[in-house]
């Protein structure tokens, strides 16, 4: 069966650490792997993509890692401020007109 | 620029009645218009998609219908709702036809069966 998997635990990290968050997917062959950001009670906000022929993606704080052949993304805030805590989706495309997200992690970032 | 709403921001329905939760979406022409649910501390599940008026995708068989009569207006109903229909519906729309484009999120609609 096709599945998104990430860390239903919580993260905790401490404040300036960094934290990094797992995706990984079974039976997808995603053409692209997109990763939001969720408050609580609002909607996703779109962070990063990565297209399936990247390795790596940056963005400030953010960076995105991207590997076919383990099937995983991994997606890493450096020096994490309280104001990251959040909880984080992955979706991923398969060259269709839709989104499959995974469950998400909540990350707490702890002064 | 573009800008999406959902309307209401809260509802609380008993158990059999009816329910119709409406997006609309602003600055862009013939978005792909999608309805999510999240349950309390759960992923977004994907209900219903549309390239179009008049054109729906069912993603799960359920207790919900769909419905698309003006090209950035989206629809989410039901004749007679369950108490396994609370949780909280999210409306998102993108560009048409362009893979691997971000998806826009509305603020949502938090819906109570009781």
């Known amino acids: 069966s096709q599945k998104i998997e990430q860390n239903s635990e919580a993260l905790n990290i401490q404040e300036g650490k960094t934290a990094t968050l797992t995706c990984n997917y079974t039976n997808y062959s995603p053409a692209y792997l997109q990763w939001y950001r969720q408050d609580p009670g609002r909607g996703p906000v779109f962070l990063l993509l990565?297209?399936?022929?990247?390795k790596e993606k940056r963005k400030e704080r953010l960076k995105v890692t991207f590997d076919t052949t383990l099937k995983q993304s991994l997606f890493h805030i450096t020096a994490s401020q309280p104001a990251d805590s959040a909880t984080y989706l992955c979706?991923?495309?398969?060259?269709?007109?839709?989104?499959?997200f995974g469950t998400g992690t909540r990350l707490q970032v702890f002064p | 620029s573009q800008t999406i709403h959902q309307w209401p921001a809260t509802l609380v329905q008993p158990v059999g009645s009816p329910l119709s939760l409406e997006c609309t979406v602003e600055?862009?022409?013939?978005?792909?218009l999608y309805w999510y649910r999240q349950a309390a501390g759960r992923g977004l599940q994907l209900l219903f998609y549309s390239v179009g008026i008049g054109q729906i995708s069912s993603e799960v068989p359920q207790n919900l219908s769909a419905s698309r009569p003006q090209d950035r207006q989206f629809i989410l109903s039901s004749k007679k709702l369950l108490l396994s229909d609370s949780g909280f519906y999210l409306c998102?729309?993108?560009?048409?036809?362009?893979?691997?484009?971000?998806?826009?999120f509305g603020p949502g609609t938090r819906l109570l069966v009781l």
């Open positions: 990565i297209r399936e022929n990247e």
């Open positions: 998102a729309w993108r560009e048409d036809r362009v893979v691997g484009e971000t998806q826009y």
């Open positions: 979706a991923l495309e398969e060259n269709t007109d839709k989104l499959i």
């Open positions: 600055g862009t022409s013939n978005p792909n």
